[in-house]
């Protein structure tokens, strides 16, 4: 079984194009000054392309092809930050229960700005209690910290449901703030909800020596591998999977794709043998690789059998 | 070994990917099994700039995104444009 721990629906809807256009920025200030007009707008129209499956067709075709078994679709709520989005952050909610109805392969994390107050808890109360999610995502570079306390509340419902939180670690799109980041800024909160486990999304590869450290002496802080697939092109993923290995967190690994995000750079099947030929080169024990691919995932997420059987508070 | 001449659009994709790949490969020893990351060491960007380079080598769009993501080699890159 494998299941992804990070991904999201690849819709405008979802991740908004004022969330790409912070992309593109990045990625044209990386390329060299002599290519043409002609040739960035291609770019842009090739990167944007990679947002167009609102109904999660490639998105479960590539699953398919690939063996993964679930995927934890992510809510990230742009709403406070982002001005003139198309749809309100319920609606955002309604179209992953739509999707949840219609395909049993995925799974979602809810996800609500702590700026909200009252209203933004509720919602997260009624997606968790009546639409099935079962989980909270925390988008930092929306501007607080996962140690917000206006975010205590939500931790609570999260600590009575054992419902798992993932926290984006590192940069993000230019058009946001990387001010809380940092893999340390969910530390207040892992402390003071012992009894939550935290997903550090990225974090297995970005920033990885501090997140680890903080995974190493916190025993509900997890590391969410997606991000990886520029290591790998890099030729520097095995050795962090080894840094990682070397400090006793084979149990602590989640594997991720953050799809649609990283599609340019390879098919989903592509990232699965990366982390199965690791097991191939003796990087992995056989052990490891199933902890990776699921074992982890399912004990977060408390799934006892091969599919998506249980935790649902529907 | 009898050696597969090349059309105009495969010279003048291997000729980007020698320029692009800073391996100083000669075209001899750029062959089509060779994968564009693992062997040839193209990196994330190199990979755009190489997308990019082709179709305006060629004067048309030929990818999308799903090609994009299936391609792993030489040959691969090839066949794209023999599908076209």
Known sequence: MIIDCHSHIASRTVLPPQFFDGWLKTVRAHLPSNLDAMQM?????????????????K??????????DLAVLLVIDFGIIYKDLPITIEEVHLEHKRLLERSNRFIAFSGVDPRRGKEGLELFEKAVTDWGFRGLKIYAPCGYSPSDKRLFPFYEICSARKLPVLTH?????????????????????????????????????TLYRQAGLIAQYRPNIYLDLSGFQAE?????FRN??????????????????????????????????EIRNCEAAGVLSAEDTENILSGNMKSLLGITGEGNDTGSTK | MTQVALNDNQLAV??????????????EELNG??????????????????????????GKK????????????VNDLYEVLETQ
Do not use: Y
């Not at chain 1, 809380?180 to 997903?199: K, M, Q």
């Open chain 1, 41 to 57: 707008e291609r770019m842009d129209e090739l990167l944007r392309a990679l947002n167009e499956d609102p109904q999660s067709v």
């Open chain 1, 59 to 68: 998105h479960i075709a590539e699953m398919e092809t690939a063996g993964i």
């Open chain 1, 169 to 205: 670690v590192g940069p993000s799109s230019a058009t946001l703030s990387f001010r809380h980041t940092n893999p340390l800024g969910v530390d207040t909160a892992a402390l003071n909800f012992p009894n939550v486990n935290f997903i550090l999304g990225h974090a297995g590869v």
């Open chain 1, 232 to 236: 790998v092109t890099r030729g520097s």
């Open chain 1, 240 to 273: 962090i999977l080894k840094w990682h290995l070397s400090r006793g967190l084979s149990r602590r690994l989640l594997f991720g794709t953050d799809w649609p995000i990283h599609r340019f750079f390879g098919s989903q099947q592509r990232w699965v043998n």
């Open chain 2, 14 to 27: 291997k000729q980007i990917l020698i320029s692009l790949c800073q391996k100083n490969l000669n075209h």
């Open chain 2, 33 to 58: 099994g060779m994968k564009l990351f693992e062997d040839l060491g193209v990196d994330s960007l190199q990979f755009i700039r190489l997308i990019l380079e082709i179709e305006t080598s060629v």
């Open chain 2, 62 to 73: 030929v990818f999308d995104v799903e090609t994009i993501a299936n391609l792993k080699t």
